[in-house]
């Protein structure tokens, strides 16, 4: 029962319990955690690692280099949403913060040079620098290190209707072309609204998504890992 499966029922080997793509003989045989989705917490799916040939029990490969051919790229998919829908949202590390926290920049997955300036993105100290005049991000002191990028829409643009501005969700780093950036059931202004993170489904990391523990189905609070104080997670 460790494994959250019914050692009397041999159909459930064929279940997904945590809705990763992978059944739980798959999770088995490749020795993941067939209840969590993301095995090595590296920001990927299990079930899409898989599927990409790469490794869900090892969190170094995903700061692999997917579209330079070469160089020193701190690239990798991050705040990859449950149910994985979204996977274009990779991001660079650009410097630290004051308190030693990843400052970083999102980059286009499937372009080299995700601004069009001729400089390739793992060169580029500003990736996303569309009118290249080197005011499209830094490389520390800030946690929004491109608040006003040069090719985004106007400020007041809402393309994805979720009630928040292009330049505020290039700020805060949710994509002003998806309501509900991290596909947990609530669009990004109500995450704001509520104090949840937009970028992250499991805001308080309990395994239980921030959509559901909001709602009926679990009756619990997405900022709380233990909601009635008991000891025990709510997950």
Same mark, same amino acid.
């Given at each position: ?14 279940? &997904?319990? &945590?809705?990763?793509?992978?059944? @739980? ?8 955690d067939p209840n ?6 590296? @920001? ?11 490794? +869900?029990? &090892? +969190? ?44 970083? !920049? ?6 080299p040079d995700s /601004?069009?300036d001729g400089i ?24 929004? +290190? ?6 985004? +829409? ?7 209707? /979720? ?7 290039? !700020? ?10 991290? @596909? ?25 998504? /921030? ?14 890992? &233990? ?9």
């Amino acid at each position: 029962m460790a494994a959250g499966s019914n050692p009397f029922d041999s159909s459930d080997a064929d279940l &997904d319990l &945590d809705g990763d793509g992978l059944t @739980g003989t798959e999770e088995f045989e490749l020795g993941c955690d067939p209840n969590n989705a993301d095995t090595d917490s590296d @920001g990927l799916p299990d079930g899409w690692e898989y599927e990409f040939n790469m490794d +869900p029990t &090892d +969190p170094s490969d995903a700061r692999l280099d997917f579209d330079y051919g070469g160089g020193e790229e701190f690239a990798s998919y991050n705040e990859v949403p449950y149910p994985y829908t979204n996977y274009d949202e990779f991001y660079r590390v650009i410097g630290q913060d004051e308190e030693g926290n990843d400052i970083i !920049q999102h980059t286009d997955p499937t372009n080299p040079d995700s /601004d069009g300036d001729g400089i390739l993105d793992p060169d580029d100290p500003w990736p996303l620098d569309y009118k290249n005049d080197g005011t499209g991000g830094g490389s520390g002191g800030s946690s929004n +290190p491109h608040p006003n990028p040069g090719g985004a +829409p106007p400020d007041e643009d809402d393309p994805d209707g /979720d009630g928040l501005t292009t330049g505020y969700e290039y !700020q805060i780093g949710t994509d002003p072309y998806n309501p509900d950036t991290d @596909g947990d059931g609530l669009i990004d202004s109500m995450e704001i609204l509520l104090g949840y993170d937009a970028n992250d489904w499991d805001t308080d990391n309990d395994g239980l998504m /921030d959509g559901n523990e909001l709602g009926e189905v679990f009756s619990t609070s997405g900022l709380l890992t &233990d909601t009635d104080s008991d000891g025990v997670s709510s997950h």
